[in-house]
């Protein structure tokens, strides 16, 4: 998890995920979730990174990040997460871990598994059952509020048409597996020969192994 965010590269897009400690409740009313996305704006006039995707659940986070430099990614998310813990105790007279630690990131290739990482994204609250379909979901880039559409920059990948569509169908199997093995690893995801090559520059090749010991002959 830690090597993933010092090894983060400008020019690649990253799912980011990151989770409340204990798994406890983050946003609990919708002035948590509007403080979050004004930092995130802010987090961008400080460090200019491309926000392709969020999704904000009561409990976790997902980002999807496109960083102009190296480091940029962790530096960027140094600053909006400390920002926010900060805020979060001074409101609430609280004190401690507000998140379950340093936050988890893998690379994504720019193209149709970009696609599939963003549709994830944007139907988290779907799949949560919070919601009937994405747009709904105020506090996400596929909401309507004005302020998800100032923080999103343009996506490398041309959407479909029937964008709003697939977000709202179900994923296969496949997918889900895929991504939650990539989110677990921090592993690359993309075509074999991809992610393969980018594990490689960035050191990422323990991801690709197997956990645990290996059997004995």
């Not at 400390?82 to 507000?98: A, L, N, Q």
């Not at 490398?156 to 093995?181: C, G, H, Y």
Request: hydrophobic share 35%; with cysteine.
């Amino acid at each position: 998890m830690a090597r993933t965010a010092r090894a983060s590269k400008g020019g690649v897009c990253y799912h980011v995920i990151n989770r409340g400690n204990a798994r406890a409740t983050v946003y609990h009313a919708p002035a948590d979730y509007r403080s979050f996305v004004s930092l995130m704006i802010r987090a961008c006039d400080r460090i200019p990174l491309r926000v392709l995707a969020f999704c904000l659940m009561p409990n976790h986070f997902h980002l999807v990040l496109w960083p102009h430099e190296d480091g940029d990614l962790s530096r960027w998310m140094q600053w909006l997460l400390t920002s926010h813990v900060r805020r979060y105790h001074k409101i609430r007279g609280t004190s401690g871990r507000v998140w379950q630690g340093r936050f988890k990131a893998f690379p994504i290739q720019e193209d149709r598994h970009l696609l599939t990482v963003m549709r994830y994204v944007e139907r988290n609250p779907v799949r949560a059952n919070l919601v009937q379909r994405a747009s709904q979901w105020e506090w996400s880039s596929s909401g309507e509020g004005a302020r998800a559409q100032r923080l999103l920059a343009p996506c490398p990948v041309e959407k479909p048409e029937n964008w709003e569509q697939l977000v709202n169908a179900p994923m296969n199997s496949e997918e889900l597996d895929a991504l939650r093995r990539c989110t677990r690893r921090c592993r690359p995801y993309g075509d074999p020969l991809w992610v393969l090559d980018t594990a490689r520059e960035l050191g990422l090749e323990p991801s690709l192994g197997t956990r645990g010991r290996p059997r004995s002959t």
